[in-house]
């Protein structure tokens, strides 16, 4: 029995640490406890496949959820992008017309003074927005990005060319807003022999 202090029993202190603090050692566990464990032990493995084929079930369907999230995330930034790239063609498109009344002054020399700057400050705005004129004398026909408003032919060409330009053309990145107006010239090969002719 523990010795009395003034009549009081002295408190019975048990060390349940699992590692000796003086040595660092990992204790080995009474006789009591390390039969527990041991009982347990088959009913782990019992339910240990059951566990495993939840586990593998669980990590199929937060890959499948994870990969669902990601191809939305994607889809909505690209119907983002085509929207927000589609509202910007349709604005620019409606300003072609501007650009167009521009051009003309500056052809006439009609370009001048706080005007001269307004015009100006409107081209580098539509820059900055993806806008880009094409088509220049002496290009190359490309049916896809040009529309050709008269044909002829020239001595001086090689292939098919644009050899006027009554309309710029103007793109939006790859996108065509409006095709360049143009007049083509196609090389001057030998006209095909007419009915009279083959009757001389």
Do not use: C, W
Not at 7 to 36: C, N
Not at 168 to 188: D, K, N, Q, T, W
């Amino acid at each position: 029995m523990p010795a009395r202090d003034n009549g009081h029993e002295e408190p019975v202190i048990r060390d349940k640490r699992k590692i000796d603090p003086e040595t660092g050692e990992v204790r080995e566990p009474s006789g009591e406890q390390s039969e527990a464990p041991a009982e347990q032990t088959p009913m782990v493995t019992a339910h240990d496949g059951e566990l495993a084929a939840q586990l593998a079930e669980r990590t199929a369907d937060l890959q499948r959820l994870q990969a669902e999230y990601t191809n939305y995330r994607r889809r909505v930034e690209r119907d983002r992008v085509a929207v927000r790239e589609q509202a910007v063609a349709g604005a620019l498109t409606e300003l072609l017309p501007v650009l167009d009344d521009i051009g003309r002054a500056r052809d006439h020399g009609e370009l001048t003074g706080g005007f001269a700057k307004v015009a100006e400050s409107l081209e580098s705005a539509l820059t900055k927005l993806g806008l880009s004129p094409y088509g220049q004398k002496g290009d190359p026909f490309d049916p896809t990005i040009h529309e050709a408003l008269m044909h002829s032919y020239s001595p001086d060409v090689t292939e098919p060319t644009a050899i006027e330009v009554f309309q710029p053309g103007y793109r939006m990145g790859e996108r065509v807003l409006r095709p360049a107006r143009v007049a083509v010239a196609e090389p001057e090969d030998a006209p095909p022999a007419s009915n009279d002719d083959e009757a001389n």
